[in-house]
């Protein structure tokens, strides 16, 4: 769903995507890490009021406690993140 929103609902800056809160919880899944952060870092991308968003649901310890990671995979969606 929260794919859909960035291909066609993102232009409603107005609606935060309703999912946001689930993707940061699908980080928190081995199995599915990588393709949530890559999904993060698209919603990232959108600005300033993207990244504001994803601080006021709480990005930070999840990226800071995947920054120790040693999954090599994750390293260059990370560092885009931060």
Aim: hydrophobic share 55%; aromatic share 8%; charged share 15%.
């Amino acid at each position: 769903a929260f794919e859909v929103w960035l291909q066609f609902g993102r232009s409603q800056r107005a609606r935060a995507p309703e999912q946001l809160p689930m993707v940061l919880q699908v980080l928190l899944s081995q199995a599915h890490r990588h393709r949530a952060l890559l999904l993060l870092k698209q919603f990232l991308e959108l600005g300033p009021w993207a990244v504001n968003l994803a601080l006021r649901v709480g990005i930070s310890p999840y990226v800071l406690k995947l920054l120790k990671s040693p999954a090599p995979e994750l390293c260059p969606v990370l560092v885009a993140i931060w």
